[in-house]
């Protein structure tokens, strides 16, 4: 873990807070660009690469998307460099770095739109990731490469983009089921992976705090702040993360397969894998993979909506643990501490209010003006919005794969292994269950 906790930065250098930034401001000036009557600038920015088999006519039709591709270019990499400045990154190196990750983007995306490779689910997300950790663990990718590899950042601004295409009516409606499945999901696997981290283990309880949290509601993020929430060791922080990268490669690959092969509606599927995947990004991945925006608006509500709305819960609750017994017990502490509430807004992941507002603004919008303009409006805005959407999460899958090494992923030892692994193992067969059974008809009915 490098640098600050997000939470301890001013509000202007954080990653949450330019993911929104980007995020809302491009959804308000497009629609802004749409009433006024120019939003072909944006139409052509979110270029992409139809379903080929003739690789000869593919590269024919690349110098009419050009233009395309320097619009989309120029703009993200204005709008991150002017974020990585704020944020104290070394701009030179990012935008070097970035460029190169857009190269490879764009020649990822047209591999990624071969009609085989679709056949057989090696898609552009899943393509991006097989990429980034082959190169990752042959070679060794230059400092100023990997100041652009920022996942969190990419995958952050591609959820606020979301929040625009997804109807904040269907989040109302989805609020309560994705609630209450992601509390079974989360308590239940949290405390599996506690019980075992610390009574078959041994180990720090702080310890298994960062790994139940890894396991259970946001990943990465869940096992920093709850890590930081107990002041467990930074050691612990960085296996815990490490096991999140594994159990999230590793269910990136086999929740599609699995999906496929038992037959699951798009809805559910995308629903099982937001309550058992590890990370938001692997997640979009696993989604996108389905091959249905279907599974990727409910993974979208299970993961987003559901998930990752607990770390701050979380956070208070293992605070007050960590204090009022774990300290007590090595004599750090008499009990009597109290803990700050505010540890729930601090903890609490704010790129999801980007995602919230940016589904409120369009869904208002949209019932605001005329069946007809409304319709207009989602062709012209909101389908250029899901284009751009898609290139943020390429660009998060290359970051995963760039910062893989398998080498590191190895020393986390067999103990905390075990203990991550058996929650694994919980926590899949009860999604399924939940989103396939329990609350099959709800998924069902999310268009």
């Known amino acids: 873990m490098a640098g600050a906790p997000q939470s301890a930065l001013p509000w202007y250098e954080r990653e949450d807070t330019w993911a929104i930034i980007i995020g809302l401001g491009l959804t308000f000036v497009i629609s802004a660009a749409f009433f006024m009557g ?40 204005a709008a991150f460099c002017i974020a990585a400045k704020t944020m104290k990154i070394n701009v030179a190196n990012y935008a070097a770095g970035f460029t190169v990750l857009f190269v490879i983007s764009v020649a990822i995306t047209a591999l990624g739109a071969n009609k085989t490779l679709k056949y ?38 591609g959820i606020v983009l979301m929040g625009a295409t997804l109807p904040f009516t269907i989040i ?33 309880p702080r310890f298994g705090a960062c790994l139940g949290a890894g396991g259970s509601i946001c990943g990465v993020s869940g096992s920093i702040a709850i890590g930081g929430a107990c002041r467990a060791e930074k050691e612990h922080v960085s296996v815990a993360i490490s096991l999140v990268i594994v159990w999230a490669v590793v269910m990136v ?17 995308g629903a099982w894998i937001g309550t058992s995947e590890f990370a938001d990004a692997a997640g979009f991945a696993a989604a996108a993979a389905i091959g249905d925006e279907r599974a990727i608006k409910t993974f979208t509500l299970m993961k987003v909506v559901g998930r990752d709305m607990f770390v701050g819960i979380w956070a208070l609750l293992v605070a007050w643990l960590s204090v009022t017994v774990w300290e007590k017990k090595e004599g750090n502490g008499n009990g009597s501490e109290r803990v700050d509430i505010g540890e729930i807004w601090r903890r609490f992941p704010k790129f999801v209010i980007g995602f919230f507002v940016a589904s409120i603004f369009t869904t208002i919008l949209i019932a605001s003006v005329a069946p007809k303009v409304g319709s207009a409006y989602s ?24 910062t893989t090494r398998f080498r590191e992923l190895t020393a986390t030892g067999w103990k905390p292994f075990a203990a991550f692994t058996i929650g694994v193992l919980i926590n899949v067969p009860l999604g399924y269950w939940l989103s396939n059974v329990v609350f099959l008809d709800y998924w069902l009915s999310v268009k």
């Open 379 to 402: 062709k012209d805005v909101l389908g250029p919005i899901k284009t751009l959407r898609g290139w943020t999460f390429t660009w998060t899958f290359l970051s995963i794969g760039f």
């Open 253 to 269: 690959i086999l929740l599609p397969i699995w999906c496929k092969a038992l037959g699951m509606e798009p809805g559910p599927a």
């Open 172 to 204: 109302m409606q989805a609020g309560p089921m994705a609630m209450a499945q992601a509390t079974i999901v989360a308590a239940v696997t949290f405390f599996s992976i506690f019980f075992a981290a610390t009574k078959l283990f041994g180990l720090d």
């Open 120 to 157: 057989w689910q090696l898609e552009t997300p899943l393509l991006a990731l097989l990429f980034g950790m082959i190169v990752s663990n042959t070679v060794t990718l230059p400092k100023w490469f990997q100041s652009a590899l920022k996942t969190e950042f990419y995958v952050k601004t």
């Open 38 to 77: 120019g939003t072909g600038m944006f139409k052509t920015m979110a270029v992409g690469v139809s379903t080929w088999t003739d690789a000869g006519k593919m590269f024919a039709s690349l110098p009419a998307k050009v233009p395309g591709f320097l619009y989309l270019f120029v703009f993200f990499l």
